[in-house]
């Protein structure tokens, strides 16, 4: 016992030294690859390529000052979410479509971070009692935010008055780029593309609960065997190739005959511009896209993430881990000196 009392004493010593010192080393070196992880994707990146660092609530510009605490609250908005505007140039700006005024700007969103391999989450909060976002679904935000290059992530909409819920994914880019990493504008605008093709399909089966979480599966594995394609140099496919291919993914989920010719072939346009956007080059986008889609397979209403998905940024953890490891090594090495 008297051993074991001194091996702890002394690896306790040694972590604290080994924090002052060495770690200290390693931190460095995580610090510098983290800015120029950065600096490369200010330029605009094709993936999300560092962790979420912290929470951020983004409010559009055009939500009533007196309804910004309701909203807030609704958001789950805690005292330590950073606070953005989203405005009609940002709209504009990510998304490629001007003449949006600020005013039209209503709903809003709440970004924080999720464990690593989390995929995007999204959930839709009611606004006293009322879901204010009538058209674009958990679902869809959650593929289309995936197709943009976003990764772990859990995404919270509200708005304080009905409104479609187009613009919500501007707050959720306008916050990325806050904390440094700024998407490439053609994945962006791409994916937008998608998320236009597949609402008439969804407001047809607005009866359905189901439909909205399989037709984003099927069209979030169909992107992710095209961006394959491209990956192995193969031809680009054809808008007849990508319908295909589509309309066996939706048989696959069982919706297919609740999807029509004319929405079929939308789809297929808006996901052949996925396909020649820099999205597709990355080998990233082919795993969070399919582990998005396989989520979504089952997902069914305005709720996809549970507090168990919330997490601390990724660096943290590497920290928190390595430390942990540190002391490992240190009571190791103690133990073998006196063994």
Not at 36 to 45: K, Q, V
Not at 141 to 148: G, N, R, W
Not at 213 to 231: E, I, N, Y
Request: proline content about 1%; aromatic content about 6%.
């Amino acid at each position: 016992m008297k051993f074991k009392r001194i091996i702890l004493s002394l690896a306790a010593a040694a972590l604290v030294v080994g924090i002052g010192g060495g770690v200290i080393g390693q931190a460095d070196t995580t610090a510098t690859d983290s800015s120029a992880t950065s600096s490369s994707a200010t330029s605009g990146s094709t993936v999300q390529t560092k962790a979420l660092s912290k929470a951020y609530v983004v409010y559009g510009a055009g939500l009533a000052s007196e309804d910004k605490d309701a909203v807030a609250s609704a958001l789950g908005v805690k005292s330590n979410y950073s606070e953005l505007t989203a405005t009609g140039s940002d709209y504009a700006k990510y998304l490629n479509s001007a003449g949006t005024t600020d005013a039209s700007m209503i709903s809003s969103v709440a970004l924080a971070p999720a464990d690593p391999g989390t995929g995007v989450k999204v959930n839709i909060a009611d606004y006293n009692g009322s879901n204010n976002i009538t058209e674009v679904t958990s679902q869809q935000y959650a593929m289309v935010a995936t197709m943009a290059g976003v990764k772990d992530v859990i995404i919270t909409v509200t708005a304080d008055k009905s409104v479609s819920g187009e613009s919500a994914l501007t707050g959720v880019y306008k916050a990325l780029a806050a904390d440094g990493l700024t998407l490439n504008s053609e994945n962006t605008q791409a994916a937008n593309g998608v998320l236009d093709a597949t609402q008439p399909a969804i407001d047809n089966n607005s009866s359905d609960k189901k439909y909205p979480g399989k037709l984003m599966s099927a069209v979030g594995s169909v992107s992710s065997d095209l961006a394959k394609q491209r990956q192995n140099g193969d031809d680009l496919a054809t808008k007849s190739d990508i319908e295909a291919m589509l309309e066996k993914a939706l048989a696959k989920q069982g919706i297919d005959g609740k999807t029509s010719q004319t929405q079929i072939t939308n789809i297929a346009v808006a996901l052949s511009k996925v396909q020649q956007a820099p999205v597709s080059t990355s080998k990233t986008y082919i795993t969070n896209v399919t582990n998005v889609a396989s989520n979504l397979a089952n997902s069914i209403g305005n709720k996809m993430a549970n507090v168990k998905d919330f997490a601390n940024s990724a660096d943290a953890k590497k920290a928190e881990n390595f430390l942990v490891q540190i002391w490992h090594k240190v009571v190791s090495f103690f133990q073998g000196l006196f063994n």
